[in-house]
T-cell receptor, first 114, second 112 residues
């Protein structure tokens, strides 16, 4: 499989559940990202990892917990979410973490919090 | 802080007509500009980018954008659209140091 893949594609969870989103990139890139995409709002950068080290955390609530075990895999662990966390969560990767590097996006996970 | 404004949330157009999607940015330093496209049920894909050099950049599928520093704009144009161009288009800006900042997106709706 090529490019950036995300699983699951759809997720419905209650506010007390714990779930994880998975992202895998097959491009040999060194940087990976989590974004939140909500209707009528700009993409919100959540986390950036470069060579498996977290380099950016944009004031994201602690109920979102990222994990990057190696340069090909990125997880977003979710617990005690709120209904306003419902959104499309996009993973991306790029060759480096510079802002001129082209980012390659996965198809996203559509999350609904009941 | 940088910001990106995409004034049109939705642009309806007939097939084979020309289209322009507007993007304005605010930055007082050198900028790098991007257009990404998101087809239904897919992630974003880079359409084209301006880093330096010629102010007119082109994509492989007929889109072009022109960097206009005096007007702080990077509008996206295509002389003749196809049904398959129906998608959401995002403009983004970076100064090379801070994170990439995206606009709210413009939905292009091409009808027969």
């Amino acid at each position: 499989e090529t490019g950036v893949t995300q699983t699951p594609r759809h997720l419905v969870m209650g506010m007390t559940n714990k779930k994880s989103l998975k992202c895998e990139q097959h491009l040999g890139h060194n940087a990976m990202y989590w974004y939140k995409q909500s209707a009528k709002k700009p993409l919100e950068l959540m986390f950036v990892y470069s060579l498996e080290e977290r380099v950016e955390n944009n004031s994201v609530p602690s109920r979102f917990s990222p994990e990057c075990p190696n340069s090909s895999h990125l997880f977003l662990h979710l617990h005690t979410l709120q209904p306003e966390d419902s959104a499309l969560y996009l993973c991306a990767s790029s060759p480096g973490s510079g802002t001129t590097d082209t980012q390659y996006f996965g198809p996203g996970t559509r999350l609904t919090v009941l | 802080a940088q910001s990106v404004t995409q004034l049109d949330s939705q642009v309806p157009v007939f097939e084979e007509a020309p289209v322009e999607l507007r993007c304005n940015y605010s930055s007082s330093v050198s900028v790098y500009l991007f257009w990404y496209v998101q087809y239904p049920n897919q992630g974003l894909q880079l359409l084209l980018k301006y880093l330096s050099g010629s102010t007119l950049v082109e994509s492989i599928n007929g889109f072009e954008a022109e960097f206009n520093k005096s007007q702080t704009s990077f509008h996206l144009r295509k002389p003749s659209v196809h049904i398959s161009d129906t998608a959401e288009y995002f403009c983004a800006v970076s100064d090379g140091f801070q994170k990439l900042v995206f606009g709210t997106g413009t939905r292009l709706l091409v009808s027969p």
